[in-house]
């Protein structure tokens, strides 16, 4: 169980870095759709997503 969560985490970081999510609902809702149906919970809470949502905005600046 651990490794599945630490899939979801590390996949959210990926998400988050690549600079075309707009922050942590779009990962949330990528990683269901990816078959992480666990992401809503592990992502339930707010220093998560605050640091997702900063990585968002920090990729999409870089890209530009």
Known sequence: MR???LEVYQAAVRLAGSG????WKSIQEKLVESGYR???DLLDNE????????CCEESRKSRK
């Open 3 to 5: 490794r599945k969560n």
């Open 20 to 23: 075309k999510e707009r922050d």
């Open 38 to 40: 666990r992401a809503p």
């Open 47 to 54: 220093k998560i997503r605050a640091l997702l949502n900063i």
